[in-house]
């Protein structure tokens, strides 16, 4: 799979403290294990001269105080809230100044966010995404790709999950419906 670097960039998604870390309040092993095939893909794609983006899922502690239906809270429990450790971006990436860090308040990093501008901006047309969790953020985020024309392209080896019955669903059916899959050994740039 070969990628023009100056139309890709790498989406790496909710790779923070809650998720990752084993003390996060949604740890999962599975995020933790993809934490260095994440970081050795945003190093192959800053080589190139890809851009990357981080997204952070973050939630005000009052935000589903008046849901009608949508309440994380209510459904993993309190997470990621903002200004807290568990929102932080864990400290083993790379982030630096001239990438962009998405924050955003639901499973698609798309929504209410200014990522689709940014990449417009950019000239990003091919997402490479990776992060974590496969069948919740990834796929949302990934799925609204599609629908904005991007080219979604999910690296199966850079994916944390909490069963890997998820993992595989959410391979499966980003590849079937709207987007492509890869590993990271594949990742070419022209």
Same mark, same amino acid.
């Given at each position: ?39 050795t893909l945003v190093s192959l794609a800053r080589e190139e001269g ?18 009608h239906y949508y309440d994380e809270f209510e459904r993993w429990g309190?997470? @990621?809230?903002?200004? /807290?450790? %568990? $929102?932080?971006?864990?400290?083993? &990436? =790379?982030?630096?100044? +001239?990438?962009?860090? @998405?924050?955003?308040? /639901?499973? %698609? $990093?798309?929504?209410?966010?200014? &990522? =689709?501008?940014?990449? +417009?901006?950019?000239? @990003? ?63 070419e740039f022209e």
């Amino acid at each position: 799979m070969a990628l023009d670097p100056t139309r890709t960039a790498v989406v790496v998604v909710d790779m923070q403290n809650g998720f990752c870390h084993p003390d996060g309040s949604l740890f999962s092993p599975a995020s933790d294990a993809a934490v260095e095939a994440v970081t050795t893909l945003v190093s192959l794609a800053r080589e190139e001269g890809a851009r990357v983006v981080y997204t952070r899922d973050v939630h005000p502690p009052e935000q589903f105080d008046d849901a009608h239906y949508y309440d994380e809270f209510e459904r993993w429990g309190e997470h @990621v809230v903002e200004g /807290t450790w %568990d $929102a932080e971006l864990l400290g083993d &990436l =790379d982030v630096r100044d +001239d990438d962009l860090v @998405v924050e955003k308040h /639901t499973y %698609d $990093a798309f929504y209410q966010t200014q &990522l =689709d501008g940014w990449l +417009d901006a950019h000239g @990003v047309d091919d997402l490479l995404i990776c992060g974590t969790l496969a069948n919740v953020c990834v796929l949302h985020t990934a799925g609204s790709a599609g629908l904005r024309d991007y080219r979604p392209i999910l690296v199966t080896d850079a994916l944390g999950y909490i069963e890997d019955a998820h993992k595989e669903y959410a391979v499966e059916h980003a590849d079937w419906l709207f987007g492509e899959t890869t590993t990271l050994d594949d990742v070419e740039f022209e």
